[in-house]
C-alpha cells in the first residue's frame, strides 16, 4: 500500500487548489462583476438603463379631423378634361352606327316613293335595319314552308356586288359598299309584305302576278331614287331602276314559286 499512496502522491504535482474557483474562472475578475454578488447585497439605488414613463417627449398632438383626411392631391388638366369628356360623347349606339331616327327616315323614304330623298341621310353605311329586313323577309318565307335563309343572303351579297361596280363605273363621285348593301336591303321592305301576302294567298294566280309585278316596281324605283339622290345622278334613274328591277326579281321569284 505504501508503494500505491507514493505513486498516486507523485503522479502528478501542481499547484491548482480548489479554493481557487472562487477567485479566478476563465481569465474574469470576479470582484469586478456586480453580478457575482450574494442575494440580498445588490444596490438598487443606481438608474437602469431605461428611461421612466414620465421622462419621454410629449408627442404632437393631432390636429386633423376623424374621417377626413387632408386632400393633398389636385387633379391635373388633362385629367379633368378626360372626365369631362365622357359627358360629350355621343351615344353607344351612334357610336355603333345605329340610329334610329335614321332608320326610320329611311323607311318612310321607301315606302312613300313619291317622296323626296335626303342624300346626306342616304349616304350612310348602316347595315343594322337591312339585316332586320332580310332577317324578316326570310321569316316570312318560312310561315309558308319555304326554308329560303341561305338564297336570300347569297342573292343579297351578290347583288350588292353587282350594283356596287355598276354605280361606280356610272357615277363621278363613287360610292361605298357598305352605302349600296344600305340601300338595297331598306328597298327591301315591300318584298317583305309581299312575302306575307303569299302567307295568306297564293300568289301564283292572275292577281298575284299583277302584286308581283307591282311589289318590284316599287322596290326598284325607290332604290334607284335613293342612289340618284345621293350620287347626284340626274337623268339616270331609269338606267339605275333596270338593275334593281332584276335583282328584286329574284326575290319576287322566290316569294311566288
Do not use: R
Not at 28 to 36: T, V
Amino acid at each position: 500500500m505504501s508503494g500505491f499512496d507514493n505513486f498516486n502522491t507523485d503522479f502528478y504535482q501542481s499547484s491548482y487548489s480548489v479554493d481557487d474557483q472562487s477567485q479566478a474562472g476563465y481569465g474574469y475578475n470576479n470582484a469586478d462583476n456586480p453580478y457575482n454578488k450574494p442575494y440580498g447585497q445588490y444596490d438598487y439605488s443606481q438608474p437602469a438603463g431605461y428611461s421612466s414613463p414620465g421622462m419621454m417627449q410629449p408627442q404632437q398632438p393631432y390636429t386633423g379631423q376623424i374621417f377626413q383626411p387632408t386632400q393633398t392631391y389636385t387633379p391635373s388638366a388633362s385629367q379633368s378634361m378626360y372626365s369631362n369628356s365622357f359627358e360629350d360623347e355621343p351615344p353607344l349606339l351612334e357610336e355603333l352606327g345605329i340610329n334610329f331616327d335614321h332608320i326610320w327616315q329611311k323607311t318612310l323614304t321607301v315606302l312613300h316613293p313619291l317622296k323626296a330623298a335626303d342624300g346626306s341621310i342616304m349616304n350612310e353605311t348602316d347595315l343594322a335595319g337591312p339585316m332586320v329586313f332580310c332577317l324578316a323577309f326570310g321569316a316570312t318565307l318560312l310561315l309558308s314552308g319555304k326554308i329560303q335563309f341561305g338564297y336570300v343572303y347569297g342573292i343579297s351579297a351578290i347583288g350588292c356586288l353587282g350594283m356596287y361596280c355598276l354605280l361606280n363605273l356610272m357615277s363621278m363621285t363613287g360610292v361605298s359598299f357598305g352605302c349600296v348593301a344600305s340601300v338595297l336591303g331598306y328597298c327591301l321592305l315591300p318584298m317583305i309584305l309581299l312575302s306575307s301576302f303569299g302567307v295568306l294567298f297564293s300568289l301564283q294566280g292572275s292577281v298575284g302576278i299583277l302584286l308581283t309585278a307591282a311589289i318590284i316596281g316599287w322596290c326598284s324605283f325607290s332604290a334607284s331614287k335613293i342612289f340618284i339622290s345621293a350620287l347626284a345622278m340626274d337623268g339616270q334613274q331609269l338606267l339605275v331602276a333596270y338593275p334593281c328591277a332584276l335583282l328584286y326579281g329574284v326575290f319576287a321569284l322566290i316569294s311566288v314559286f
